[in-house]
């Protein structure tokens, strides 16, 4: 039996419905107007007439973000032609059933599943976490400056811009979210791009995060921060992670040292250069550290630390400790390029590096990223977080593990190509 509901109380109630119906990662943004649709005065309705837009009642004109279409969502649920909506809010009539409620009710609950962010889904760390996400069922955007990149998620995942410039539409994205992912960070100063430039980014991403309720902060830093580093990669890492720690966010501080996987930079580049070169210089001895993880393995950490509320630091290294000196030997013998190792003056061994970025067209060493791994920054002494040893995942890939130079600035300036796997 269909009960009528009187005018107001339809009115009210149908908006109630609508409004859940319009998760946060479907936005609409209305010039002039701040807080639309979600503002309880003014949300956003589309209408019959013009199906590809929608009104407020201010009567301004809204752009839809491509997603979910919500009109004929709302009339395949209706029973049979039971709602009009036209001239913004107005509803002209509803006769609704418990049962048609119940089922709308429902819709909308599976619409408004908790939405995750995650930052950089079309790079490299970030896309590792968003693939889990999406495995899991879960709701997932991504914030990037790529844009246009290949998405390879399909229409499973939505792509916004960072709008560091615009904070305000950077907390519009964010709302309705409630995990945020953070992999943003810049490898090395240059034009285009600086180690500050990505801390004043990360804060403003922190506060906008915050005031859109976002409710836990998963953000990727480095072994041994600290702003008393001379190195603006860590002292950088240990600004950010106090403002996190102080801004009153839940949080997880994860502290990877290097990250190998199908799109790494660095055991790529070393397979790289001992495929072209007769010897292979180490700067100083060689006998600093790493300990490298696996990049599905730190996506792993990540995801399952967005589940808990609990304030985290962990140190993410891998299950495998090894000297930069034994590390290019061991790449060397797994692809089956064993060469002499010897030992370089830094200075040297950062002219070969200049020389070689030169001829590739990228940036392949830096003096801050040597001076990094000659004070052991990229080496704790804690219990391993991640299960992949690097020797297992490299026998794995002995013919294309250094098959071609990976480039940092190619990616960077490339903003349409998926990233190239090794």
């Known amino acids: 039996m269909i009960n009528k509901i009187p005018v107001q109380k339809e009115r009210l109630q149908y908006r109630h419905i609508l409004h859940r119906l319009l998760p946060a990662d479907h936005r609409f943004h209305v010039a002039g107007m701040d807080h639309c649709p979600f503002h309880p005065d003014d949300a956003c309705y589309r209408g019959i007439s013009e199906p590809d837009v929608v009104r407020c009642r201010s009567r301004q004109r809204c752009v839809d973000r491509p997603g979910f279409n919500y009109l004929a969502f709302l ?82 995942l939505r792509a916004v811009p960072f709008h560091f410039d615009e904070p305000e539409k950077l907390f519009e994205s964010l709302r309705g979210v409630s995990v945020l992912y953070n992999t943003y960070w810049v490898r090395f100063n240059h034009a285009n791009f600086t180690h500050a430039d990505a801390v004043r980014n990360t804060l403003i991403l922190f506060e906008a995060a915050k005031k859109a309720g976002v409710e836990r902060v998963v953000h990727v830093s480095i072994t041994n921060p600290s702003e008393d580093s001379q190195l603006e990669y860590f002292s950088g890492k240990a600004k950010l992670e106090r403002a996190l720690v102080e801004g009153g966010l839940s949080y997880a501080i994860l502290r990877p040292t290097v990250l190998f996987g199908k799109e790494d930079i660095l055991v790529n580049n070393i397979a790289w250069v001992l495929r072209h070169l007769p010897v292979f210089g180490v700067f100083g001895d060689g006998q600093y550290k790493l300990q490298p993880i696996y990049v599905d393995d730190l996506a792993q950490i990540a995801v399952e630390q967005g589940k808990d509320r609990v304030n985290r630091v962990i140190n993410a290294i891998g299950p495998e400790t090894f000297t930069y000196r034994e590390l290019v030997s061991c790449v060397g013998e797994i692809i089956g390029k064993r060469r002499p190792i010897v030992s370089v003056p830094p200075s040297l061994g950062y002219a070969v590096g200049w020389v070689i970025s030169k001829l590739v067209g990228d940036v392949m060493i830096t003096r801050e990223e040597i001076a990094g791994l000659m004070a052991n920054l990229l080496y704790v002494d804690s219990p391993p977080a991640g299960k992949t040893k690097l020797t297992d995942w490299a026998k794995e890939r002995t013919s294309s593990l250094g098959f071609h130079y990976t480039s940092e600035l190619a990616r960077r300036k490339d903003r349409q190509k998926g990233y190239q796997s090794n």
Not at 94 to 112: C, G, P, Q, R, W
Not at 141 to 150: A, D
Request: aromatic fraction near 8%; proline fraction near 2%; charged fraction near 25%.
């Open 75 to 156: 009339r395949a649920s209706l029973p049979g032609d039971a709602s009009t909506i036209s001239k913004g809010i107005r509803i002209n009539r509803l006769e609704e059933s418990d049962t048609f409620l119940s089922k709308i009710e429902v819709n909308a609950s599976m619409k408004t599943d908790k939405i995750h962010a995650v930052t950089g889904a079309f790079g490299y760390s970030g896309k590792y976490i968003a693939e889990r996400l999406l495995g899991e069922g879960k709701s997932v955007i991504t914030l990037t400056n790529s844009y246009g990149r290949e998405n390879p998620f399909g229409d499973q």
